[in-house]
């Protein structure tokens, strides 16, 4: 039966068996799945500085090839650096304004708060009572903050890269291009830090 | 019945049809495709009332030479059936291999002004006869009048609207339309004048069929004599046939179709208008259709029961599937045909497609069922951070049932509404991989519309309870395969026993069966072995 699988096949350009079968050694022998999940779906960029903002920022932006963005703080953030201990992170960013109540709706998610690059997304507060202002980085739609850290707020330091993250965001689809190249790459990134 | 010949003389003698002049007898139970027997049984001919100069009408109201009927303006005379039937517009409905077909008319408005002018007369004239019967719609007598004919042209059977599937619709023009319409400006002059200056707002077009009973049901029947002759005028020009269009109903194409590939999209994926990949399974089926039936793609419509990720297998009896075919020619495939595009497919063995079949409009509610109720079998490779204990295979092992809470996956998010949906996880079987101590062999059994991918490495905590979770480890999914969608439809194929294949058919098709199976009983192992060469390499 086999040999007959073989002629039949023969017959039909490629050969199948083997063709699928390489294409599986392919995909294993790529070097990509071997890495986590937010390394190989998301390309990582670092925002140090903002316009109107004196301090130095040092968050992440995890662009996914679909173009939501993965918000988190970088190696260098002083949280992560001196590993403070988080006692709170609030999201009431004024007295009108809580990032808690964003309600998307729909796929264009409706209803969505508005972010300039500068808008604060929270302040975490810290037990030696300092306190962090976390910037949205990107200019576009909050999506989703992650409820996650108003229980546990050390995910931050924990998880920095997957559950620790800080919000989901939708940007601006025309200043894509532009927003990503203002960012640095994580070796520029660390070549500023070593500076 | 001497109101009814008194009537009947009056109308062909103001130059009325014959066919019309019967549908102003009110009478339903004609039979339009044969009146000359209802005015010979009831002696119309005898009846004919004299008129007072000259007895032209007598008996021979078949000789008079034909005008332009007054209201239909030739509609039911014998001069627009030929025009149609000579029409090389209708050439085309010649290529629908449909047995049946049905037919309708698109008419000039200006024979809503004519029809209304003969009701005003009518009704004047003929007071008491007109109080309670209404005439049989030009429509309804139209389509009588032309199926005999029609259906003997094209060699197929007249069928009712409401159950036939091929439809042909003529349409006419009449040179001296606008013209004629021109009469309801004076009749509604501020509707007209409102109608002519916002031109956007109705499309440009003055005298539109709806505003033109809109107008005609404002205007008093006084008003209306001022301005249009009551009866309606003999027209110096017949009907002109403007178009004629063909419709078939779509017909639906089923099957189950298996993807080998981990680099094929379900459907075409286009990115600011660029392709990113060379084909789809939708795009190779649809070749296939088209290389054997010649139905081209544009009049395809590919559904399927869920879809899998571009890099996801999917094996065993495959995924279920409809297309529906918009506007068929050819409608009637065979068996051997459908086993032609199967083999078609499998020729790239990309995919494979099985029990392509005809399948009922009635039948489609099945697949999205399918969609939202049949559970899925799943086969994943999951590769933890650290080597993988008895353990937590165990942990695994033992959940049953698992209720989990998934927030739209961020994969997904940008296309998809955000949300949190409730799925369960009917059974979970997890073995380890020989030689690869980070790897698990995971079974799954799940609800319809479960994110695998991310019931497995979570999501970043927003797939709750996650593998990750449930062994206490970072964990990430390698491979993916779906094994089972457990949806019993269409109905299966019986390859071997159909007296139309051929024994190379037969043969062929056999062996594709113990290809995928083939394929299906060694792809995980082959994922394995090749895995841990790599990883050997790598070390």
């Given at each position: 039966?086999l040999?007959?699988t073989?002629?039949q096949l023969d017959?039909?350009?490629?050969?199948?068996?083997?063709?699928i079968l390489?294409?599986?050694?392919?995909k294993?022998?790529?070097?990509?799945?071997f890495l986590?999940?937010?390394?190989?779906?998301?390309?990582?960029k670092y925002?140090v500085a903002?316009?109107?903002i004196?301090?130095d920022?040092?968050?992440?932006?995890?662009?996914h090839?679909?173009?939501?963005?993965l918000?988190?703080l970088?190696?260098n953030h002083?949280?992560?650096?001196?590993?403070?201990?988080?006692s709170?992170i609030?999201f009431?960013?004024s007295?009108?304004?809580?990032?808690?109540?964003?309600?998307?709706?729909g796929?264009?998610?409706r209803g969505?708060?508005?972010?300039?690059?500068s808008s604060i997304?929270c302040?975490?507060?810290?037990?030696d009572?300092?306190n962090?202002?976390?910037?949205?980085c990107v200019?576009g739609?909050?999506v989703?903050?992650n409820?996650?850290?108003?229980?546990n707020?050390n995910l931050?330091k924990a998880?920095p890269d997957?559950?620790?993250?800080?919000?989901?965001?939708?940007?601006?689809l025309s200043m894509y291009?532009?927003l990503?190249s203002?960012?640095?790459t994580?070796?520029?990134y660390?070549?500023?830090?070593s500076? | 019945m001497e109101e009814?010949?008194?009537l009947?003389?009056?109308?062909?003698?103001?130059g009325c049809?014959?066919l019309?002049?019967?549908r102003?007898?009110?009478?339903?139970h004609?039979?339009?495709?044969n009146v000359?027997?209802?005015?010979f049984?009831n002696?119309?001919?005898?009846?004919?009332?004299?008129?007072?100069?000259?007895?032209?009408y007598?008996m021979?109201y078949?000789k008079?030479k034909?005008n332009?009927?007054i209201?239909?303006?030739g509609?039911?005379?014998?001069?627009?059936?030929?025009?149609i039937?000579?029409?090389?517009k209708l050439?085309?409905a010649k290529?629908?291999d449909?047995?049946v077909f049905?037919?309708s008319?698109?008419?000039p408005?200006?024979?809503?002004?004519?029809e209304r002018s003969?009701?005003?007369?009518?009704?004047?004239?003929?007071p008491?006869f007109?109080?309670e019967?209404?005439?049989?719609p030009?429509?309804?007598?139209?389509?009588v009048?032309?199926k005999?004919e029609?259906?003997?042209y094209l060699?197929?059977e007249f069928?009712n609207?409401d159950?036939?599937?091929?439809?042909?619709?003529v349409?006419?023009?009449?040179?001296l339309d606008i013209?004629?319409?021109d009469?309801l400006?004076?009749?509604?002059?501020k509707?007209?004048?409102?109608?002519a200056t916002?031109?956007r707002?109705?499309n440009c077009?003055?005298?539109?069929r709806?505003?033109?009973?809109t107008a005609?049901?404002?205007?008093p029947?006084?008003n209306?004599?001022?301005?249009?002759?009551v009866?309606p005028?003999?027209?110096?020009?017949f009907?002109?046939?403007k178009?004629?269009?063909?419709k078939h109903?779509s017909?639906?194409?089923?099957?189950r179709?298996t993807k080998y590939s981990?680099?094929?999209?379900?459907?075409?994926?286009i990115?600011?208008?660029?392709?990113?990949?060379e084909?789809s399974?939708?795009?190779?089926i649809f070749?296939?259709i088209k290389?054997v039936?010649?139905?081209s793609?544009?009049?395809l419509k590919?559904?399927s029961?869920?879809r899998?990720d571009?890099d996801v297998?999917?094996l065993?009896?495959?995924?279920?599937?409809y297309?529906?075919?918009l506007?068929?020619v050819k409608t009637q495939?065979s068996?051997?045909?459908f086993?032609?595009?199967?083999k078609?497919?499998?020729?790239a063995a990309l995919?494979?497609?099985?029990h392509l079949?005809?399948?009922?409009?009635?039948e489609l509610t099945?697949v999205?069922?399918?969609?939202?109720?049949k559970?899925k079998d799943?086969?994943a490779?999951c590769?933890s951070?650290d080597?993988?204990?008895?353990?937590?295979l165990?942990?695994?092992?033992?959940c049953g049932?698992?209720?989990i809470l998934?927030?739209t996956p961020?994969r997904?998010?940008?296309?998809?509404?955000?949300a949190?949906?409730n799925?369960?996880i009917?059974?979970?079987?997890?073995?380890?991989?020989e030689g690869?101590p980070?790897l698990i062999?995971?079974h799954l059994n799940t609800?319809?519309?479960?994110?695998?991918?991310?019931?497995v490495?979570?999501?970043?905590g927003?797939?709750?309870?996650n593998i990750g979770?449930i062994i206490?480890?970072?964990v990430?999914?390698i491979?993916?395969?779906?094994?089972?969608?457990?949806l019993?439809?269409?109905?299966?194929?019986?390859?071997?026993?159909?007296?139309?294949?051929t024994s190379s058919?037969?043969?062929?098709i056999?062996?594709?069966l113990i290809f995928s199976?083939?394929?299906?009983?060694?792809?995980c192992?082959?994922?394995w072995?090749?895995?841990?060469?790599?990883r050997?390499t790598?070390?």
């Amino acid at each position: 039966m086999l040999l007959c699988t073989t002629k039949q096949l023969d017959l039909n350009k490629p050969l199948p068996q083997r063709n699928i079968l390489e294409s599986i050694a392919d995909k294993i022998n790529d070097k990509k799945i071997f890495l986590s999940v937010h390394e190989r779906y998301y390309e990582h960029k670092y925002c140090v500085a903002l316009p109107g903002i004196s301090q130095d920022i040092h968050q992440k932006v995890g662009f996914h090839t679909n173009r939501v963005c993965l918000l988190s703080l970088a190696e260098n953030h002083p949280i992560r650096k001196e590993d403070k201990n988080i006692s709170r992170i609030n999201f009431k960013v004024s007295e009108t304004l809580d990032r808690l109540q964003n309600k998307v709706s729909g796929k264009s998610k409706r209803g969505a708060q508005k972010l300039h690059k500068s808008s604060i997304i929270c302040y975490i507060e810290c037990s030696d009572d300092t306190n962090y202002p976390v910037y949205s980085c990107v200019e576009g739609k909050l999506v989703e903050i992650n409820d996650k850290l108003i229980t546990n707020p050390n995910l931050l330091k924990a998880k920095p890269d997957s559950d620790g993250y800080i919000a989901l965001l939708l940007p601006v689809l025309s200043m894509y291009e532009d927003l990503k190249s203002s960012m640095l790459t994580k070796e520029q990134y660390f070549c500023l830090g070593s500076i | 019945m001497e109101e009814e010949f008194k009537l009947f003389n009056d109308l062909l003698n103001i130059g009325c049809c014959k066919l019309c002049a019967v549908r102003y007898l009110c009478k339903k139970h004609i039979d339009f495709s044969n009146v000359e027997e209802y005015l010979f049984e009831n002696r119309f001919h005898e009846n004919a009332v004299k008129t007072d100069d000259e007895t032209i009408y007598n008996m021979d109201y078949k000789k008079i030479k034909t005008n332009p009927c007054i209201v239909c303006l030739g509609l039911l005379q014998e001069e627009s059936l030929t025009q149609i039937i000579q029409s090389d517009k209708l050439e085309k409905a010649k290529q629908y291999d449909s047995e049946v077909f049905t037919c309708s008319i698109s008419m000039p408005a200006a024979i809503l002004l004519r029809e209304r002018s003969m009701q005003i007369y009518l009704k004047s004239q003929f007071p008491t006869f007109y109080k309670e019967n209404t005439e049989i719609p030009l429509n309804r007598v139209w389509k009588v009048f032309v199926k005999n004919e029609l259906g003997r042209y094209l060699q197929k059977e007249f069928e009712n609207s409401d159950t036939c599937n091929f439809s042909i619709n003529v349409a006419m023009s009449y040179a001296l339309d606008i013209e004629e319409l021109d009469h309801l400006r004076k009749m509604q002059p501020k509707m007209y004048l409102e109608r002519a200056t916002q031109r956007r707002k109705y499309n440009c077009e003055l005298f539109s069929r709806k505003g033109v009973i809109t107008a005609l049901s404002n205007t008093p029947s006084n008003n209306f004599m001022t301005n249009y002759p009551v009866p309606p005028e003999i027209p110096s020009e017949f009907l002109q046939v403007k178009d004629i269009e063909c419709k078939h109903n779509s017909i639906f194409f089923a099957g189950r179709y298996t993807k080998y590939s981990r680099d094929l999209s379900q459907s075409p994926w286009i990115i600011d208008g660029v392709k990113t990949m060379e084909t789809s399974v939708q795009e190779i089926i649809f070749d296939s259709i088209k290389n054997v039936l010649g139905i081209s793609e544009n009049n395809l419509k590919f559904s399927s029961s869920g879809r899998e990720d571009c890099d996801v297998r999917c094996l065993g009896k495959g995924r279920p599937f409809y297309i529906e075919v918009l506007d068929p020619v050819k409608t009637q495939i065979s068996f051997k045909e459908f086993r032609e595009i199967e083999k078609e497919v499998n020729k790239a063995a990309l995919i494979g497609v099985f029990h392509l079949q005809n399948v009922d409009r009635s039948e489609l509610t099945k697949v999205k069922e399918g969609e939202e109720e049949k559970t899925k079998d799943y086969n994943a490779l999951c590769l933890s951070r650290d080597p993988v204990t008895q353990e937590q295979l165990d942990k695994i092992n033992v959940c049953g049932k698992v209720e989990i809470l998934q927030k739209t996956p961020i994969r997904v998010l940008h296309r998809r509404p955000l949300a949190i949906r409730n799925k369960t996880i009917y059974e979970m079987k997890a073995k380890a991989v020989e030689g690869e101590p980070n790897l698990i062999d995971l079974h799954l059994n799940t609800q319809a519309g479960t994110y695998v991918k991310e019931f497995v490495h979570g999501d970043f905590g927003r797939t709750t309870p996650n593998i990750g979770e449930i062994i206490g480890t970072e964990v990430d999914i390698i491979a993916l395969d779906v094994t089972a969608i457990n949806l019993d439809w269409p109905r299966e194929i019986e390859y071997g026993s159909n007296d139309h294949t051929t024994s190379s058919d037969n043969n062929d098709i056999s062996c594709r069966l113990i290809f995928s199976t083939l394929v299906a009983a060694t792809s995980c192992y082959t994922i394995w072995e090749v895995t841990a060469a790599a990883r050997i390499t790598k070390c």
